[in-house]
């Protein structure tokens, strides 16, 4: 065997090798946004056929909390913290609930390894899955809002509200969902805080603040979803305060942002590992 100096190679040769390296230096990085686009119409059709009957069951017990306190609640500003955390309650069950545990299996499952061999920003990933699972809790939120003003008498005047409450809500109950999920050490874990995310905004979402204690009122407003429950509330009243309703929803979108970051960054955390 005989070896030949890289002087005597053709130029050529050389010249296509640097220009081979330098591409691969150099490929183009993926965007976030065509990134999120395909991780959520992923997500979407694999959890299309899973999801829906848990999504029944979410708006099935949404109803029924309300038609149980139909016969505690007569109207007023109660009714309307009623069907407003009913409402909301729909989206907890599925945006924090289920995206806690889908978290946390896919973590254990070694799932989150597929995922960082991909050239897929993490915020992409988290947004894609969070932005699935809020999907399926339109129609529910919506039935559930228009069953609870025909029960208790409410206005469905400004029902358009829920453009802006469900995608905000979700934002901060999915983003709190997918932390708990990536920051769980065990899938059984991660399963009992999304159970307890979501009885917490059961208990401190759907009943009237007011019956509430002081301590309780305080941890009432540390749930991301309070301030869409308030801003959907306000809307049943004769003349909304349009000005509070924004402050609410603002705040529920500032609180998504944190969560949704917040999650990115335990996305990364759990990858590494």
Not at 85 to 93: E, K
Not at 105 to 114: C, E, K, T, V, Y
Not at 156 to 166: G, M, N, Q, R, S
Not at 203 to 231: K, W
């Amino acid at each position: 065997m005989s070896a030949v100096s890289a002087d005597v190679l053709p130029g050529g040769v050389l010249d296509a090798e640097k220009s081979a390296v330098g591409a691969a230096e150099l490929g183009p990085r993926a965007r976030v946004w065509p990134s999120l686009v395909a991780v959520y119409r992923a997500q979407l059709s694999r959890a299309r056929v899973a999801r829906i009957p848990l999504l029944f069951v979410a708006t099935f017990q949404s109803i029924g909390i309300m038609i149980l306190m139909r016969g505690v609640v007569d109207g007023g500003g109660e009714a309307q913290a009623v069907v407003a955390g009913s409402s909301v309650l729909v989206v907890a069950f599925v945006a924090l609930n289920l995206l806690a545990q889908y978290f946390g299996q896919l973590r254990a499952s070694g799932g989150l390894d597929h995922y960082a061999t991909l050239p897929v920003p993490p915020a992409a990933v988290v947004l894609g899955a969070a932005g699935a699972y809020a999907s399926f809790t339109v129609p529910g939120t919506v039935v559930t809002a228009v069953f609870g003003c025909v029960l208790f008498g409410l206005p469905l005047t400004h029902l358009w509200v829920l453009a802006a409450v469900i995608p905000l809500a979700g934002a901060a109950l999915a983003g709190l969902g997918a932390a708990l999920g990536l920051l769980a050490p065990r899938p059984e874990l991660a399963t009992l805080l999304g159970q307890l995310g979501m009885s917490a905004a059961l208990l401190l979402g759907v009943l009237p603040a007011e019956r509430m204690p002081e301590a309780v009122r305080f941890a009432r407003d540390l749930l991301p979803s309070t301030y869409g429950v308030e801003a959907l509330a306000r809307t049943f009243e004769p003349g909304p305060d349009w000005a509070l309703v924004l402050g609410d929803l603002a705040v529920c979108g500032a609180v998504g942002v944190v969560s949704l970051a917040v999650a990115t960054w335990a996305y990364r955390r759990a990858a590494v590992r």
